[in-house]
């Protein structure tokens, strides 16, 4: 098979492909030898000025609409059912703190956590168990999953918003939470004071009645909290 017909076939998998596709897997259905760095490379090129895009999800890649026209498809209509406040902030948590206990989640928002608020994002698949943090009782920790990092449109954890672009947007204020410094704290880390400050703006953050503003639940989601 020739480089054209590699493009062409490259393009195809990404096109038919409902999330992602892994390099390794595009490296197992391209033909032996297939040089798969230089196909997507040309494959962005192309599409690099078209209504859709070739993007990167960690190590997997996919079609997207252009930045630019998302204002142009989006469909206003009613939604019946929305993440509740619990289930964003404890969404937001996860993000920020990941691997990160039930118990610490609850430290940091100050109340009890319900078990719809993780059911909710766990039909989502924006979140996943972790493994077991080693402290007694050996409690499960929570991170989020690829799903996340491409329904919110993130290459990867590096690329959340960070403390200067969240004051620029206006959702950070200078209100701290001992909660997150106690969490730290209790994991035996050796912090400096602008880690902490850090964390105390994140936290801040997580209070901010905007934070998310706009995301929906899909409608089979179930909430409770």
Same mark, same amino acid.
């Given at each position: 098979?020739?480089?054209? !017909? !590699?493009?062409?076939?490259?393009?195809?998998?990404?096109?038919?492909? =409902?999330?992602?596709?892994?390099?390794?897997?595009?490296?197992?259905?391209?033909?032996?030898?297939?040089?798969?760095? @230089?196909?997507?490379?040309?494959?962005?090129?192309?599409?690099? @000025?078209?209504?859709?895009?070739?993007? !990167?999800?960690?190590?997997?890649?996919?079609?997207?609409?252009?930045?630019?026209?998302?204002?142009?498809?989006?469909?206003?209509?009613?939604?019946?059912?929305?993440?509740?406040?619990?289930?964003?902030?404890?969404?937001?948590?996860?993000?920020?703190?990941?691997?990160?206990?039930?118990?610490?989640?609850?430290?940091?928002?100050?109340?009890?956590?319900?078990?719809?608020?993780?059911?909710?994002?766990?039909?989502? =698949?924006?979140?996943?168990?972790?493994?077991?943090?080693?402290?007694?009782?050996?409690?499960?920790?929570?991170?989020?999953?690829?799903?996340?990092?491409?329904?919110?449109?993130?290459?990867?954890?590096?690329?959340?918003?960070?403390?200067?672009?969240?004051?620029?947007?206006?959702?950070?204020? @200078?209100?701290?939470?001992?909660?997150?410094? @106690?969490?730290?704290?209790?994991?035996? =880390?050796?912090?400096?004071?602008?880690?902490?400050?850090?964390?105390?703006?994140?936290?801040?953050?997580?209070?901010?009645?905007?934070?998310? =503003?706009?995301?929906?639940?899909?409608? !089979?989601?179930?909430?409770?909290?």
């Amino acid at each position: 098979m020739d480089r054209f !017909q !590699q493009l062409r076939l490259l393009e195809a998998i990404l096109f038919a492909a =409902e999330a992602p596709v892994p390099e390794a897997a595009l490296v197992e259905r391209l033909p032996e030898g297939a040089d798969l760095a @230089s196909l997507i490379e040309e494959l962005e090129g192309m599409y690099a @000025s078209r209504g859709v895009t070739v993007v !990167q999800v960690k190590a997997a890649w996919c079609f997207r609409t252009a930045p630019d026209l998302s204002a142009h498809m989006t469909l206003e209509r009613e939604v019946p059912r929305k993440l509740s406040r619990a289930a964003i902030e404890t969404l937001a948590i996860i993000a920020y703190h990941q691997p990160v206990t039930r118990a610490e989640i609850e430290e940091i928002r100050g109340v009890a956590l319900s078990k719809g608020s993780l059911d909710a994002l766990l039909e989502a =698949e924006w979140i996943r168990p972790r493994g077991r943090r080693r402290a007694p009782g050996k409690p499960v920790t929570w991170g989020t999953t690829d799903r996340f990092l491409a329904e919110f449109g993130l290459e990867d954890l590096a690329s959340l918003p960070g403390a200067d672009e969240l004051k620029a947007a206006g959702l950070l204020d @200078s209100r701290p939470n001992l909660g997150a410094i @106690s969490m730290h704290s209790s994991e035996g =880390e050796d912090e400096s004071e602008d880690d902490l400050d850090e964390a105390d703006e994140r936290e801040a953050f997580l209070e901010n009645d905007d934070v998310f =503003e706009g995301v929906e639940e899909d409608d !089979q989601i179930a909430l409770e909290d």
